[in-house]
């Protein structure tokens, strides 16, 4: 599976992004796509996933309820929308995907990541 990660920019702190990955390739071996960041600094971190199958979910303390994933099956895209923006947030985005199961903030269980979207957040 090859992934492409778009969408970042800058923003102000308050503001809204909606970040893409676009899934070639292998997509039905996928089980679950994921969001990772690396902030300066900073070892890379979960931030949130989504299951092909069941469409669970699950997100990051740091942004739950700020940050939404879902996944276009048609179009073979998963979208986090970032809303509320906080200048802490600022980083270099990946998208993941694995096809081994549910274990959605195991770095170590994905087996195919995308290149970075860096997204600043501005106070």
């Known amino acids: 599976v090859q992934l492409q990660a778009s969408g970042g920019g800058l923003v102000q702190a308050g503001g809204s992004l909606r970040l893409s990955c676009a899934a070639s390739?292998?997509?039905?071996?996928?089980?679950?796509v994921g969001w990772f960041r690396q902030r300066p600094g900073k070892e890379r971190e979960f931030v949130a996933a989504?299951?092909?199958?069941?469409?669970?979910?699950y997100y990051a303390d740091a942004v739950k309820g700020r940050f939404t994933i879902s996944g276009d099956n048609a179009k073979n895209t998963v979208y986090l929308q970032m809303n509320s923006l906080k200048p802490e947030d600022t980083a270099v985005y990946y998208c993941?995907?694995?096809?081994?199961?549910?274990?959605?903030?195991?770095?170590?269980?994905?087996?195919?990541w995308g290149q970075g979207t860096l997204v600043t957040v501005s106070s």
């Open positions: 993941a995907a694995s096809y081994r199961g549910w274990s959605p903030d195991l770095i170590h269980e994905y087996d195919s």
């Open positions: 390739g292998r997509t039905r071996s996928m089980y679950t």
């Open positions: 989504v299951s092909g199958s069941a469409g669970s979910t």
